[in-house]
């Protein structure tokens, strides 16, 4: 029953984020991140403020840094024991879904 609650809880709150997401910033179809938030969500927490000390918080962070950081794990210019925790998050995204995603954590208080 837990677990039950703590699944309805998740799936409330990414409901909820995709939903601001899509009102906030207008993303089309072809930008969907709702799935990649849920991702990052389970580091950087639902509000981007980070699940652990050794996590940085994105909400707030300036869009453009959130860009070339994302950019740079994801063309494996940023490395490091750290960051070769970002670099399989960041493998696969595409320059529109790195400035959506940019968007949001910078739109986030
Ligand atoms: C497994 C945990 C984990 C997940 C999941 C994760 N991250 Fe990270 N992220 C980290 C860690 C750890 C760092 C710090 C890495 C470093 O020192 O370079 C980081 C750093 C970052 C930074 C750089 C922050 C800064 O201040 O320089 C950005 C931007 C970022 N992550 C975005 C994302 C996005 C977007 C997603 C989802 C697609 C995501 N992360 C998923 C663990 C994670």
């Keep these: 029953m837990r677990k039950l609650k703590t699944t309805i809880g998740v799936l409330v709150s990414v409901l909820a984020i995709s939903a ?34 050794t996590m940085p918080n994105l909400a707030g962070q300036k869009e453009q840094y959130l860009v070339a950081a994302i950019t740079a794990y994801r063309d494996g210019t940023r490395s490091g024991v750290n960051a070769a925790m970002m670099t399989p998050m960041a493998a696969g995204l595409s320059d529109a879904e790195i400035a959506a995603l940019a968007k949001h954590f910078s739109a986030m208080q």
């Design 20 to 53: 601001a997401t899509a009102e906030e910033h207008g993303d089309d179809a072809s930008t969907d991140i709702t799935n990649k938030l849920r991702e990052c969500a389970g580091c950087h927490g639902e509000n981007g403020i980070s699940i652990a000390p």
